[in-house]
């Protein structure tokens, strides 16, 4: 398995960067409503926790959502990308924004499989929609490296897709059956189950929580959703069991 596999998808990036809306950019489409856009915001608000003590490492930035979503939070927020195209959309976004920021924001180029920084440079890290452009070696590195850059104790939070949800179940059946008539596309992200990623980050961390939420939600009820939610965080076997989305955020705790 080759460990440069990942450079394949840099073109895609800097392709995506000239896309005109932020969210596009990394998206491809708009296809969370904003009520799932909030929920995941406030997930990720609330799991990982920053203080306004931590220097933070946003490690896939794209166009910067995770820099606006925690700069009012922390001290230090350095943002990195693969993609130098993407860079640039990333500074040119957050610029005329960084007169209300409290955090220190810097966005620079670099790879989540070889971190440009020393050992214990950051409190915490998060990585949103990023691990699903690795092969599992790649993700090997990836997590070795986060936390190799986090300080022993330190938070890393990770965002993937779950293939064990609903939606992604029938996308793997989708792109199963895609394959047998048309063959693989050349780039194709990975859907792989929580457990295979929880499995790889219990090398580097503890894991501490866990969450899904996804595109199931737009079809649901508001309240049918507000129950799923309290019932699952009573009952932490069901979240494991049945998340009922395929995006899925893991807190780990450093060693
Ligand atoms: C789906 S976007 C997510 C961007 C952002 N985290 C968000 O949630 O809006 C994926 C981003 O990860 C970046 N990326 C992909 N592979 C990477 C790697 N190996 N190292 C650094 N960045 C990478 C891409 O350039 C792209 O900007």
New binding site residues.
Partial sequence: MNENE??K??PF??A??DVADS?E???GDRIMSDDVQAFHDMMLLAMFGATQADAVL?????????IMLFSPYTREITA????PK?VNRCRARIAPEEFHFRAKVSVKT????ALPFSDDTFDKA?????LQ??NPK?CDK?LAELARVIKPGGVLLI?IKDMWSGTGMMITFARFLRAIIKGRPPLEYQYRTHWWYKKKVRKVGLVEATYAYGTWTPLMPKRMMAAIALWETKFRLLQELFPHGKEYFIKIRIK
């Fill in positions: 990942h450079l998808w840099k990036w800097d995506q960067a969210h950019a990394v998206r946003d490690a896939g930035c794209g166009t910067g959502d995770q990195i990308d693969f993609s993407m670099g790879d989540i499989t998060v990585s949103v929609a990023v452009y690795l790649e990836a965002h």
